[in-house]
C-alpha cells in the first residue's frame, strides 16, 4: 500500500473510533512522536464530540492515582474519608491516551485491560472499598522501533493498529472532517447489527489467518458496525465487512491461507491466480463471492507483498514475551513493611493513619484553642498538621543467591584455580554487604559436590573455598545439573538464583563418569540447555589461558555471559563478573 | 454491577466449567486456577459462576458471614451475641469477591476503620476482602501478575483458614475459608509453586480451534451485548437446571463411597507421576467424589478418576524445564498406564 493510502485509512480508523470509543476498544497508533502522528491525533480531536474527556496516561503513572484511593486532603478537612477518582475512572465516557505504551508496566497495563473488560475500576485501597463506572476507548501511543511492542494483552483489545512509521508527513494530507456527520453516526450506531451470515464469515476468516483470540472478530464485527453508521448503511454490508478485515484482521493475521489448507472446505479459499491479483478494488465489488472471501481478499489487499511472502504456513510469531513482569523490582512503595519515617506525602507514599493520628492526638487541645478564633463549624474534628504525617516504608524481598559453580578439575587447577579462588572469595565478600546469600558447588574427579549450601556466612564459605582440593577429570555436565537443581529449589524459596561458572570449558567426563570428550562434550551441552530452559542468569567466565570455542558454545548454550578472562588476576575478575551480573 | 454472561452459555471450556463445578460442590478441594490465552473467557466464566450459585444461609448482619447452623465456627461478634439470644438469619449469594491487583494489603486482611478513627477517634475494625470472601469464592485475575507480599498473605489464611490481624494496634481473628480461583496468561510470568500448590485444580484454556465452536462463541457473545437481559432470561431455564444440579451434588456429596480399590489406583497414579506429597492424592479423591456427586453416582470409579485426573495432578508434577509443555502429557501417559 502507498503511503496515501496507509494515511486514507488511517483517517478513517480515526473516524470509527470516534464513533464508538469504548466498543472498538481503541486505537494502537504505531508511530514515532512527529508531525504525522500529531497531524492525525488532531483530526483525531477534531472528530470527537466537544465534551469528550481525553486524559493523558504518562508512563510512570503511579498506580494510586491511576485506580483512585483516599483524598488525603479532602479526607482530613472533611474528618471522614474522602475518596478520590483515579484517572481511569475519570476517563469514563471519554478517551485515555497512554504515551509510550511499548514500555508500559505490567501493572499499569493489567488495569487499564482489566477495566476494559469490565467497563469500571474496582479499588481495594487505602482503607476504601469502591466500584466506578470507567468506560473509555483507548489510543496507545507506540514508539517502539523494531521489536518493542506495546504489551500483548493490550493489543489484543485495541481493535484499530495503525502503523503509521512508513508514511511522510507529505501523504499526511489534512483532511477536513464535518463532526456532525460523526455524531449523526453515533446516533444511528444502536440499530445496527451484525446477522449470522456476517458473524460466521468473520470467524471463519479470522481463523484462516491463524488469528487465536476470539476478540479479533468481536472488534471487527464492531468495526463493520462503526463503518456502516459512518456510512449510513441501514444494515451492515459487504464493504463494512472488508474494511473492518482491513483494518482489524490483517494487522493481526499470522498466515494466510494456501490454496488447500486452513480455508473451509465448501468456501475454498482464493486460487493462486486471484492472490497475485493487485486490483482489489474489483474483487471486494464481486458480490457473488462468498463472504469470508471478500474478507480474505480484503485482508489480503492490506498486507504488503512481502510480508505476505513471509506469512507461510508455518505462520510467523507476531507475539512477544514481555519478561518483564517475572522480574523483581525495588520498590519503596509496595513489599513488606519496613518501619514507619515522618514524611512529606509524595506520590505513592503511604499514609500510615494509625501513627499520624498518634502523632497529631497530644496537640489537639492547644491546636483547638489556637484555632478557636475561627468559625466553630467549619473547623475539622482533629486538627493534623503537616509535621504530624507518617509514612510507612516497604521493602521489598529482592534477595538473590548467588551459585559459584567452580572447576576443581586437573586442567583448571594447573591454570587458574587459585586465582579463581580468590575471585570467588572476593565476590563472596560483595555479596555478604548486598545480604546476599552465596552457595558454592565445586566439580571435579566424576562427580559435583555442594560444598556450601546457600548461606550468609562468609566465615563458613571462605573455609570451604580454602578446604577446596584440585585434580582430576571435569564432569561439567554434572557440575551444571548440580548448579540446576539448586537454583530450581532456590527459586521455589522464592528467591532468585544467579550462577557464575568459572571454567576452562573442557569437558572430558560424561554424566554417568564415563570418559570420552565427545560424550562429556554431548552431555555438558544438553545440561546447558536445562540451565537456558529455566531462564536462570548465567555467567561463564572462562579461565583457560587460550579461551577457546568449548567455552563460548557452553555459554551460547545456557544464554550465559560469556567472559572470557585468560590473565587477569582475582580483582579483575571478580570486578568483571560484578558488572555483568548488574 | 453489570450482569453477568450465563454459566450455560459459554462454549467449550468443559474442563474449566466442570473444575468451577465441582469446586462449588465440595468447596474445601481448594479452588481451580486457568491459565491460558487471550479472550478464552477465563474471566467470564468465573464471573458467571458468581450468578449461578446457590445462595447460603448466614447470620443476619455479621460481617463475616458466619453460618447460623456452625455455631463452633462464630467470630467473635456472632459468638457475643448468640450467648444473648437467638441470631436471625438471612439468605445471601454466596459472595465471589475480586482481589484486584494493586489492592493494599489493608483491604486484603482489613485494618482500622478510617471514618470512625477521624471522626470519633475510636479503634474499630474494618473487615477486609478476606472476611468478605468468607464461605464464598475469592476471584485474582492475572493471579500471577500479584504483589509477592499478597500472595504471601493469602498463602498463609488459605492454609489456615483464619485471618489473623496485628496491625495499627488491632489484634482480631476471624475465619476467613475460601475457594481460590485464579486466571491468568502463562506468557506473562509464572506463577509461585507455593500458590501454584494450593490450587485443588488446574486447568489449561485454549481458545476453541473448531470453527463451529468460534463462530458460536462470538454469536451469542454479540446477542449478549446487544440485549443482555432478553440473553439472560433466554438462558434463565438452563441455569436454574445447573443450579439444581450443584445442590443436589452437595446434598449427595457425603453418601457417595470411594471403593479401596480406587483409593489404590488414585494413589497409583500419583506415584507414577512423582508428585510431591499427599495433596495431589487427597485431592485427586475428593475432586472424584464431588463428580460422582454431580453425575448422581453412588461410587466413585475409574472413569471419574480418568476425567478429573488432568485437572487435579497436572499442576504437582515435578518441574521439568525442557518438557514444559508436557505436564498435561505426562499426566495422560499415567492415566492410560494405570487406569487400563
Known amino acids: ?582 | 454491577m453489570a450482569t453477568a454472561f450465563p454459566f450455560s452459555a459459554i462454549v467449550g471450556q468443559d474442563e474449566m466449567k466442570l473444575a468451577l463445578l465441582i469446586a462449588a460442590v465440595d468447596p474445601k478441594i481448594g479452588g481451580v486456577l486457568a491459565f491460558g490465552d487471550r479472550g478464552s473467557g477465563k474471566s467470564t466464566a468465573v464471573r458467571a459462576l458468581a450468578a449461578l450459585l446457590p445462595k447460603m444461609k448466614v447470620v443476619a448482619a455479621c460481617r463475616y458471614n458466619c453460618d447460623p447452623d456452625r455455631p463452633a465456627e462464630f467470630c467473635e461478634e456472632c459468638r457475643v451475641s448468640a450467648a444473648k439470644g437467638a441470631l436471625k438469619s438471612a439468605q445471601v449469594p454466596v459472595p465471589v469477591v475480586d482481589l484486584p491487583l494493586g489492592a493494599t494489603e489493608d483491604r486484603v486482611v482489613g485494618a482500622l476503620d478510617l471514618e470512625r478513627a477521624l471522626a470519633r477517634g475510636e479503634k474499630a475494625f474494618e473487615p477486609g476482602l478476606l472476611a468478605r470472601a468468607h464461605r464464598g469464592f475469592l476471584y485474582i485475575d492475572e493471579a500471577n501478575l500479584l504483589e509477592d507480599h499478597l500472595v504471601d498473605l493469602l498463602l498463609d489464611v488459605a492454609a489456615s483458614g483464619e485471618n489473623v490481624v496485628e496491625r495499627e494496634g488491632l489484634s482480631i481473628r476471624h475465619p476467613a475459608r475460601f475457594v481460590l480461583v485464579g486466571t491468568g496468561n502463562p506468557e506473562e510470568g509464572e506463577l509461585r509453586p507455593q500458590l501454584l500448590d494450593r490450587f485443588g485444580m488446574s486447568v489449561e484454556v485454549k481458545t476453541p480451534d473448531n470453527l463451529a465452536d468460534r463462530i458460536e462463541v462470538v454469536r451469542r457473545r454479540d446477542a449478549f451485548e446487544s440485549d443482555s437481559d432478553a440473553f439472560v432470561t433466554k438462558w434463565a431455564k438452563d441455569e436454574a437446571k445447573l443450579r439444581r444440579k450443584i445442590m443436589i451434588a452437595r446434598e449427595k456429596l457425603s453418601s457417595v463411597s470411594v471403593p479401596d480399590v480406587t483409593l489404590e489406583r488414585a494413589a497409583k497414579l500419583c506415584m507414577a507421576l512423582g508428585t510431591d506429597g499427599l495433596r495431589g492424592e487427597l485431592t485427586l479423591m475428593r475432586a472424584a467424589r464431588a463428580l460422582a456427586a454431580l453425575d448422581s453416582a453412588k461410587t466413585v470409579t475409574d472413569d471419574h478418576l480418568r476425567r478429573i485426573a488432568p485437572s487435579a495432578l497436572r499442576h504437582r508434577l515435578r518441574r521439568n524445564p525442557l518438557d514444559d509443555a508436557g505436564s498435561s502429557v505426562r499426566v495422560d501417559r499415567a492415566i492410560s498406564e494405570v487406569l487400563r
Open chain 1, 1 to 582: 500500500m502507498t503511503g496515501a493510502a496507509v494515511w486514507s485509512d488511517a483517517v478513517t480508523a480515526a473516524r470509527l473510533f470516534a464513533v464508538d470509543r469504548s466498543g472498538t476498544g481503541g486505537v494502537l497508533l504505531r508511530s514515532r512522536a512527529g508531525p504525522v502522528r500529531d497531524r492525525w491525533l488532531a483530526l483525531l480531536r477534531a472528530e470527537l464530540p466537544p465534551s469528550c474527556n481525553v486524559k493523558q496516561v504518562p508512563l510512570n503513572i503511579a498506580e494510586g492515582r491511576l485506580l483512585g484511593g483516599l483524598d488525603l486532603n479532602a479526607t482530613l478537612l472533611a474528618g471522614r474519608p474522602v475518596a478520590e477518582r483515579g484517572l481511569l475512572a475519570e476517563a469514563d465516557g471519554g478517551v485515555i491516551m497512554l504515551a509510550m505504551a511499548e514500555r508500559l508496566s505490567a501493572a499499569t497495563t493489567v488495569h487499564v485491560t482489566a477495566a476494559i473488560d469490565a467497563g469500571e475500576t474496582i479499588v481495594e485501597r487505602d482503607g476504601l472499598s469502591l466500584r466506578m463506572p470507567a468506560r473509555f476507548g483507548v489510543i496507545a501511543l507506540d514508539e517502539g522501533v523494531e521489536d518493542e511492542f506495546a504489551p500483548a494483552s493490550l493489543r489484543d483489545r485495541l481493535a484499530l493498529h495503525l502503523d503509521l512509521n512508513a508514511i511522510g508527513i507529505r501523504d499526511a494530507e489534512e483532511f477536513t472532517l464535518d463532526a456532525g456527520e460523526t455524531a449523526a453516526a453515533r446516533a444511528r450506531l444502536p440499530s445496527l447489527k451484525p446477522d449470522a451470515a456476517q458473524i460466521e464469515a468473520v470467524c471463519t476468516a479470522a481463523t484462516a489467518l491463524g488469528i487465536a483470540s476470539l476478540r479479533a472478530p468481536l472488534l471487527a464485527l464492531r468495526i463493520a458496525c462503526s463503518s456502516a453508521a459512518l456510512t449510513g448503511h441501514s444494515s451492515v454490508e459487504r464493504e463494512d465487512l472488508a474494511l473492518a478485515a482491513r483494518l482489524v484482521l490483517a494487522p493481526r493475521a499470522l498466515v494466510f491461507p494456501a490454496a488447500d489448507e486452513a480455508a473451509p472446505p465448501e468456501q475454498p479459499p482464493p486460487t493462486e491466480d486471484e492472490a497475485n491479483e493487485p486490483g482489489a478494488e474489483d474483487q471486494i465489488s464481486d458480490t457473488d463471492r462468498a463472504l469470508d472471501e471478500v474478507i480474505l481478499a480484503a485482508v489480503q489487499a492490506a498486507i504488503p507483498d512481502d510480508v505476505l511472502a513471509a506469512l507461510g504456513a508455518a505462520g510467523r510469531s507476531r507475539s512477544r514475551s514481555s519478561g518483564k513482569a517475572g522480574a523483581l523490582q525495588k520498590s519503596s512503595k509496595r513489599g513488606r513493611p519496613a518501619g514507619v519515617l515522618r514524611g512529606a506525602l509524595r506520590a505513592g507514599a503511604r499514609l500510615n493513619l494509625i501513627e499520624t493520628l498518634r502523632a497529631a492526638a497530644p496537640w489537639q487541645p492547644l491546636r483547638c484553642r489556637e484555632a478557636s478564633g475561627s468559625r466553630e463549624e467549619s473547623r475539622p474534628r482533629i486538627l493534623i498538621r503537616k509535621d504530624d504525617f507518617r509514612i510507612s516504608r516497604f521493602r521489598q524481598r529482592t534477595e538473590t543467591v548467588t551459585i559459584f559453580l567452580v572447576d576443581a578439575s586437573g586442567s583448571a587447577a594447573l591454570h587458574r584455580l587459585a586465582e579463581a579462588k580468590g575471585a570467588v572469595e572476593l565476590l563472596l565478600a560483595d555479596c555478604y554487604v548486598r545480604r546476599d546469600q552465596v552457595a558454592l558447588i565445586a566439580f571435579r574427579g566424576s562427580a559435583a559436590d555442594m560444598l556450601l549450601p546457600p548461606t550468609r556466612s562468609l566465615a563458613r564459605a571462605k573455609r570451604s573455598l580454602a578446604g577446596l582440593p584440585g585434580g582430576g577429570g571435569t564432569p561439567l555436565a554434572a557440575g551444571l545439573d548440580a548448579a540446576f537443581m539448586l537454583s530450581d529449589s532456590v527459586r521455589r524459596k522464592g528467591q532468585t538464583p544467579t550462577v557464575i561458572v568459572l571454567t576452562d570449558g573442557r569437558a572430558n567426563i560424561a554424566r554417568d563418569g564415563g570418559q570420552g570428550r565427545p560424550r562429556a562434550e554431548d552431555d555438558a551441552m544438553s545440561a546447558a540447555r536445562q540451565l537456558r530452559a529455566a531462564g536462570v542468569a548465567v555467567v561463564l567466565v572462562d579461565t583457560s589461558p587460550r579461551p577457546g570455542a568449548s567455552g563460548e558454545a557452553i555459554a551460547k548454550e545456557m544464554g550465559a555471559r560469556y567472559l572470557p578472562l585468560p590473565h587477569a588476576d582475582a580483582a579483575t575478575l571478580s570486578k568483571a563478573v560484578l558488572a555483568s551480573v548488574g
